[in-house]
């Protein structure tokens, strides 16, 4: 059982920048991709990035050059760095991580962008 927790959330202005971090713990293999996803209030949710253990990328076209994903192997943990937020950015975001061909989910933290 993989455990992920997210943290780094909050409230920022519009034009600011928040990162976004998550431990994942207690897994026995490999953890493959790991990734981020949003869900914004009468919304499905959404992928915003993904990264392989080989640090290969992925960005919906809402975040490209906005936002970078990173992660370090050896603690498994991963990042989210996001400028230039919009209030359209305002969601809970989840941590994502795939191992041993099980997706697990962190709990959300909610980030607003709003003056």
């Known amino acids: 059982q993989v455990q992920l927790m997210e943290s780094g959330g909050g409230l920022v202005q519009p034009g600011g920048s928040l990162t976004l971090s998550c431990a994942a713990s207690?897994?026995?293999?490999?953890?493959?991709?790991m990734g981020w996803y949003r869900q914004a209030p009468g919304k499905q949710r959404e992928l915003v990035a993904t990264?392989?253990?080989?640090?290969?990328?992925t960005y919906a076209d809402s975040v490209k050059g906005r936002f970078t994903t990173s992660r370090d192997n050896a603690k498994n943990v991963v990042y989210l760095q996001m400028n230039s937020l919009k209030p359209e950015d305002t969601a809970v975001y989840y941590c994502?991580?795939?191992?041993?061909?099980?997706?697990?989910w962190g709990q959300g933290i909610q980030v607003t962008v709003s003056s």
């Open positions: 994502n991580a795939g191992s041993n061909n099980i997706d697990y």
């Open positions: 990264i392989t253990r080989g640090s290969t990328t």
């Open positions: 207690g897994s026995r293999f490999r953890i493959n991709v």
